[in-house]
C-alpha cells in the first residue's frame, strides 16, 4: 500500500479509501448493501491490515446506521484512532424538518455532532460537503465550516459533486479570508467516464486539491459480470441500482479491451480498472466498497498491477473523452507554448 499526501496538506492516507455505503442497509440504501456488523468488522479489519488506513462515510449511508457500525468495527477491533482518518459528509436530507437538509449552518453544526455521536469518536478527520446547496449561501457555509476546525471538531474540509466553478468559488473566498479552505474533491472519475478530465482536473492540480474516486468500478459495471448485449450476474448491483450514468455502448468497448489484457496479465478487469485510476496524477485515494470479503480481497491485489507504457496508450486510446470545446480550441492555441 503506498500512502500520497491528501491536497495541499502534510495529511497522509491510503491510495485505496474503505467506502462504507454497503454497510447497514437501511431505507433507500438497501440496493447497496446490507451489510451486518460482523461483516463490517471483517471487511474493516482486513482493511486495515492491508495498509489501508482512509475510511470513507456519510451521515446519509443507512440514515446513520452506516457511521454508527463504523465506528463500532474501530472500537470492536481496537484500533487506534490516532492511526485512521476517517472523512464523513453532511448535505443530505436528514429528517423531514424543513431545516433538516442542506449547508446551513444550523444544518451542519446540528450534523456534526450527530456525526460524532454516532461515529462515538472526538473529532473528524475530513468533512466533507456532499454537494452543492442552491438554497444556502456559499460563504455561509465555508463560515461554517472553518468554526469547526477553529474548535477541534473537524480537522480538515473538503467538498463532493462539485462543479469546478463552484470548487474555484469556494477556494477563492476562503483564501480571501485566510479560512481552512477544501482540501480535496470526492467525485465520480473512472476509465468508463472520463469528463473530470475537462474542466475539475485541471483545476485540482492547479489548486493542489486532492481528489478521491467514488463508484471507480462505474456502479460494477467493470467487475467482469456484465457482458455486451447479456445481463449481468444476478448479485450485481446494476441490475437493482443502475446508477452512475454510463455510456454502455462505449463501456463496452472498453471492456473488450480490459479483457483480452486481464487475460494477458492474469489479473481481474475491475483489477485493471481501479489500476488505471492509480495510475492516473490527479488521484489521490479511490474509494472501493465491498459486499463480500472476496471482493475486497480482489480490488485490494488493483496496488500490485504495473502497466508498461503501451499498456497504458492502449487503455487511453480506447477510453479517451471525444473532443469538446473550448477543450480542443485551447489544445490548438496552446501548442505554440508548450515547452518541446
Known sequence: MKY???????????????????????????????????????????????????????????????????????????????????????????????????????????????????????????????????????????????????????????????????????????????????????????IAGRDLEREIVPLLKDQHIGLMVWSPLAGGLLTGKFKRNAEGAGDARRINFDFPPVNKEKAFDILDVLDAMAQEKEVSIAQLSLAWLLHQPAVTSIIIGAKKPEQLEDNLKSTDVVFTPEELKTLDEASKLSPEYPGWMLERMGADRKKQ
Open 4 to 190: 500520497k499526501l491528501l491536497g495541499n496538506t502534510g495529511l497522509k492516507v491510503s491510495e485505496l479509501c474503505l467506502g462504507t455505503m454497503t454497510f447497514g442497509g437501511k431505507g433507500y440504501w438497501t440496493a447497496i448493501g446490507t451489510l451486518d456488523q460482523q461483516a463490517v468488522d471483517n471487511l474493516v479489519g482486513s482493511s486495515v491490515d492491508a495498509g489501508i488506513n482512509f475510511i470513507d462515510t456519510a451521515n446519509v449511508y443507512s440514515e446513520g446506521l452506516s457511521e454508527e457500525m463504523t465506528g463500532k468495527a474501530i472500537r470492536n477491533l481496537g484500533l487506534k484512532r490516532e492511526n485512521l482518518v476517517i472523512a464523513t459528509k453532511v448535505r443530505g436530507k436528514m429528517s423531514d424538518d424543513p431545516n433538516g437538509i442542506g449547508l446551513s449552518r444550523k444544518h451542519i453544526l446540528h450534523q456534526v455532532d450527530e456525526s460524532l455521536r454516532r461515529l462515538n469518536l472526538e473529532y473528524i478527520d475530513l468533512y466533507q460537503v456532499h454537494g452543492y446547496d442552491e438554497l444556502t449561501p456559499i460563504e455561509e457555509t465555508l463560515d461554517t465550516l472553518d468554526g469547526l476546525v477553529e474548535n477541534g471538531k473537524v480537522r480538515y474540509i473538503g467538498c463532493s459533486n462539485m462543479s469546478a466553478w463552484q470548487i474555484m468559488k469556494a477556494v477563492d473566498y476562503s483564501t480571501f479570508n485566510r479560512q481552512a479552505k477544501f482540501i480535496s474533491l470526492q467525485a465520480y472519475y473512472t
